[in-house]
């Protein structure tokens, strides 16, 4: 599991990534840690994919329930509405 804890920070690895010229020029004079960045974005990344597959797998689970939603309501009805 990914984590953004500073707890339990997880060993950093140096590895060589190609990223533009320019946007490592704005980077560097905006003084910002590209390593850092560059790591966010990973991370977006796989929770956006991770996302977008469990949205895949679930899709018939999904429609069934909201089907059921349709067709007889809530299980439980909220107390604001009685």
Sequence with gaps: MLTSSTEDVP???????????DILKEAKNLKLNASKA???GILAAIKEIREQAWLKDNKLALI???????NDGPLLTPEWKT
């Design 64 to 70: 069934a329930h909201n089907q059921r939603i349709e």
């Design 38 to 40: 560059a790591e966010s």
């Design 11 to 21: 060993k950093r690895k140096a590895i060589n990534l190609t990223i533009r010229e």
